[in-house]
């Protein structure tokens, strides 16, 4: 996309001359995404230090008509935070100020840059927890965590970003500057509009600052990690422990090639030797301490091949490490074609066996790897050794299949570019219709990050 001097000119008013990087190597480090696959170009980054400064940002692309893409800390993997049709990139890495951090009623104020992991810090400092994690803590920020509601590792406990966010100061694409960051646990007065900005993919404005509700830090963690034969037996598993565990926070699988694999690229030994069929990672915390609730309930459990447990905080990440390290080890067999779906629980199994099947019906070369959230029937769908021509048989092969199974195309990553042909198949033309016009409303000139999320006309 061409821009004029004077919308450059515009820019550098707003934020300052040295934060608006034209310089063409400089740039290139904004316009490739975390997996490889979504490769763009951008005329400028513009970096804003605070809502103000957004806000003249969004004034000057509105008079200029000149289109952006927010970018937080680009491990979005749905192709939502590079500029693939030539975008201006709105870089929140300056934004990163944690305040008001308020240990009685545990909450805190995040700049829209403040990374996962600074939040986690700040939470813990203060005698809480954020409820949330991923294995990408040390980049993901905020903003993008809000604007995909990211799920990660704790939602059967904590939900997802959603249900953390107690309120944002934000800019609509119409420049109007939203603000509610007093913390209020309870507030009906009307719509909702952090909760909007959640999942919107910054197709409606800009996250500047949240205010973000923590949770009781735990005391007393213990994880397990099980082998099984099949999914079936995981699943029933999962079923078995929710039910049972009160402090439940992680049930997540993981199958045997992803496990060769990480012990493979990471040349770690399996904790599980021989690497069962299906593993679970799962993790419980107290007070009280839930270790020998934990224990009872893991022995009756149906048909486990195999089990550790750690209690102290080494022996635990060396559990998780098989799970945390899968998307890592993945990308370094190729760029993956990725898919993060949900399916209702019954259909689970079916779902995983069916997948591996169909993609290998489109190309006999191509691998497929399993992983996820399977309290949450969320599966990671990760395929490797596609040509560009396959890639959209192999997307109907995994998507059609997902929809007609009654489940969701995006469980927590968002619709991006990579997904946006499906929208309509999977939540049906009325419900597009309104997220078309809630965007009009926003939006209307359709400025921010117009290439994500709705479907082309
Ligand atoms: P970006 O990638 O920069 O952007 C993501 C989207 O948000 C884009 O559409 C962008 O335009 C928009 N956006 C960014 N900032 C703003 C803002 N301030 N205002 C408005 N819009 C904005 N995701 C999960 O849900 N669960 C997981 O368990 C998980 N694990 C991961 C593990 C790894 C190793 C990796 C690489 C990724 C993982 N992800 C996971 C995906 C990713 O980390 C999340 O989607 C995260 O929320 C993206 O945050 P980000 O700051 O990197 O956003
Ligand atoms: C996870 O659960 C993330 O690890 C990433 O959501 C999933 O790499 C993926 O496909
Ligand atoms: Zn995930």
């Given at each position: 996309m061409d821009v004029s001097v004077r919308f450059l000119d515009d820019l550098r008013d707003a934020v300052g001359p040295q934060h608006v990087l034209t310089d063409a190597d400089v740039v290139a480090g904004y316009t490739s995404d975390w997996t490889g696959r979504f490769v763009g170009s951008t005329p400028g980054v513009v970096r804003p230090s605070n809502v103000v400064e957004v806000a003249a940002i969004i004034e000057a692309c509105r008079r200029a008509d000149v289109a952006l893409v927010p970018q937080g800390g680009n491990t979005g993997l749905v192709g939502g935070s590079v500029p693939l049709a030539g975008e201006l990139v709105l870089s929140t890495e300056r934004m990163t100020a944690i305040t008001d951090v308020d240990a009685d009623s545990g909450q805190l104020t995040a700049g829209a840059g403040a990374t996962l992991a600074a939040v986690q810090t700040a939470a813990t400092e203060a005698g809480w927890r954020y409820g949330v994690d991923l294995a990408a803590r040390d980049s993901a920020t905020v903003g993008g965590m809000i604007a995909t509601n990211a799920g990660g590792l704790r939602v059967i406990r904590h939900g997802s970003t959603r249900r953390q966010v107690l309120g944002v100061e934000a800019v609509t694409g119409s420049g109007r500057v939203i603000r509610r960051l007093d913390g209020l646990v309870k507030d009906n007065t009307g719509y909702d509009l952090a909760g909007l900005l959640c999942g919107s993919e910054g197709t409606l404005g800009i996250v500047c600052r949240a205010r973000l509700a923590l949770v009781a830090p735990p005391i007393g963690v213990v994880t397990a990690l099980l082998g099984f034969a099949d999914i079936e037996s995981a699943v029933r598993a999962g079923g078995l422990l929710r039910r049972s565990v009160?402090?439940?926070e992680a049930v997540e699988m993981v199958l045997a090639p992803g496990a060769f694999l990480v012990s493979e690229v990471t040349g770690s030994s399996p904790?599980?030797?021989?690497?069962?069929?299906v593993q679970l990672l799962v993790e419980a915390v107290g007070p009280p301490d839930p270790t020998d609730s934990l224990s009872a309930v893991i022995d009756e459990v149906d048909g486990v091949l195999a089990v550790a447990v750690a209690t102290d905080a080494r022996r635990s990440q060396a559990l998780w490490h098989v799970r945390d390290a899968h998307t890592e080890a993945i990308a370094r067999v190729g760029i993956p074609l990725k898919f993060d779906v949900t399916l209702p629980s019954r259909r689970l199994a079916g779902f995983c066996r069916e997948v591996v099947d169909a993609v290998a019906e489109v190309t006999s070369r191509s691998q497929t790897w399993l992983f996820g959230h399977l309290a949450d029937g969320n599966v990671h769908v990760n395929v490797t050794g596609w040509t560009t021509a396959e890639a959209e048989r192999i997307e109907r092969a995994v998507l059609a299949r997902v929809a007609e199974a009654g489940g969701s195309i995006s469980a927590e990553h968002g619709i991006g570019t990579a997904k946006r042909a499906w929208l309509t198949t999977n939540r049906g033309t009325p419900d597009v219709e309104v997220m078309a016009a809630i965007k009009r409303a926003l939006d209307p000139d359709g400025i921010c990050n117009p290439g994500v999320l709705l479907p082309l006309d």
């Open positions: 009160a402090g439940l904790v599980l030797d021989p690497i069962p069929p």
